[in-house]
């Protein structure tokens, strides 16, 4: 589904990332974690399409995105559904206008279509009865599971999450987790997590994919992870410990 061949990126006088390889499975969740600073961001952005590469290939499907124009990337875009990390939510428009955005913006359905699909995202995250509410009148927790259901809105095959956990307490955070995993088995879509919570990681992914000052050092399944002899990557472990 998605596949980085020699991928760097460079800002200015500053290597943000050096000679990524990574491939994303049909239907798989991929966890990728690192310290601040590390890259893994710049990675996310990558994949998106947000930035380009400034070497390397980047394939989504069978698109190849790192030179595409933003007429075609806006094609890709459409497989692709973004969570975001303090939401995004659109303050001045209610929940439901919220789920419909990328409906009314890209798709030709009539609103009761548009409301049919909205109704049933927000049953799917848990959030049956917010409809008509503010985004203001919401939890942190409710606002990333209505983030959800916008992201899904479009029948996306890639979700990916930016911190998914970002400022929330530890019971809302496993509730999110549990969220994410639902969402990957419902829907058959592929998941690129970008986090910082080792535990969080552990608990959702197929695959765990760590970024340490802009090198992929290591890649591997959650039992697997716990067993690698890397320093870098025990370190890591340790301040999850």
């Known amino acids: 589904m998605i596949r980085l061949e020699n991928v760097g ?30 890259g893994k961001s710049t990675l996310l952005r990558l994949m998106i399409g947000l930035i380009k590469p400034t070497t390397g290939k980047i394939w989504i499907g069978e698109d190849e ?5 933003e007429k075609n990337l806006n094609r890709v875009r459409l497989k692709m559904g973004m969570v975001f990390q303090y939401s995004a939510l659109f303050d001045s428009m209610t929940v439901g206008e919220n789920v419909a955005f990328g409906l009314r913006e890209h798709t030709d359905y009539d609103e009761e279509k548009i409301s ?10 848990g959030l049956s009865g917010v409809y008509d509410l503010s985004p203001n009148a919401l939890s942190g927790g409710m606002k990333k599971r209505v983030g959800l259901a916008r992201a899904i809105a479009i029948e996306p095959s890639i979700i990916f999450y930016d911190e998914p956990s970002s400022g929330l307490d530890p019971i809302t955070t496993a509730k ?16 690129v997590v970008v986090t910082h919570d080792m ?16 090198e992929l050092i290591a890649v591997d399944t959650p039992d697997n992870f716990r067993q690698i002899d890397d320093p870098r990557v025990k370190a890591f472990f340790r301040g999850f410990n």
């Open 9 to 38: 990126k460079v800002f200015g006088d500053k290597t943000a990332l050096k000679n990524i390889n990574l491939t994303v499975e049909d239907g798989e969740t991929l966890s990728v974690i690192g310290g601040s600073g590390s």
């Open 65 to 69: 995105i790192s030179r595409m124009d």
């Open 116 to 125: 049919r699909i909205v109704k049933e995202k927000l049953e799917l995250v």
């Open 176 to 191: 999110i987790d549990d969220l994410i995993i639902n969402t990957q088995k419902a829907l058959k879509v592929t998941s």
């Open 199 to 214: 535990a969080s990681a552990l608990k959702i992914s197929h695959r765990i994919a760590m970024v340490y000052e802009g």
